[in-house]
């Protein structure tokens, strides 16, 4: 049987936008050589930053991620404090240089589709994890067992 994180992680594929990554990837890479630059990432900030100051607030993360990825708010907020290294309650350049980093798994300075991807899997199913430990009430494992 599948376990209740995967039965989750298959409702939110499902509920969201199946394209959205896709086009933040195609978004991000401005010069379509497809792979994506630190430059290029850095300039994507204001893709959230609905205000131009230089960093994205939780709400403007969420609503964009709402609206126009159709991931449910719980799971954009806290992905949302996954992509907050610095822990200030701000996505600014500090995090998106953390961010990139990581998401350039063979090191080679650019992030390419399939990294870009593998990135954004990995991100939803431990968000998942997350969300279905902290809903799990000890109730509900008394009668799973
Ligand atoms: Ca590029
Ligand atoms: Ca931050
Ligand atoms: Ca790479």
Same mark, same amino acid.
């Given at each position: 049987m599948l376990a209740p994180c995967i039965i989750l992680l298959l409702v939110l594929q499902a509920q969201a936008n199946p394209n959205y990554f896709q086009q933040r990837f195609a978004q991000t &890479?401005?010069?379509? &050589?497809?792979k994506i630059s630190l430059k290029e990432y850095m300039d994507s900030l204001q893709f959230y930053d609905r205000n131009n100051d230089g960093r994205t607030t939780l709400s403007e993360w969420v609503s964009q991620m709402t609206r126009?990825?159709?991931?449910?708010i719980d799971v954009s907020s806290l992905i949302f404090y996954v992509l907050d290294? &610095?822990?200030?309650y701000l996505l600014n350049y500090v995090d998106k240089r953390e961010v990139f980093k990581v998401m350039d798994f063979n090191d080679d300075g650019f992030v390419s589709r399939e990294e870009f991807n593998t990135y954004w899997e990995q991100m939803k199913i431990s968000v998942y994890r997350q969300l279905h430990r902290t809903r799990r009430s000890p109730d509900q494992d008394e009668v799973q067992n």
């Open positions: &890479d401005r010069n379509r &050589d497809n126009k990825a159709n991931i449910p290294s &610095d822990g200030n």
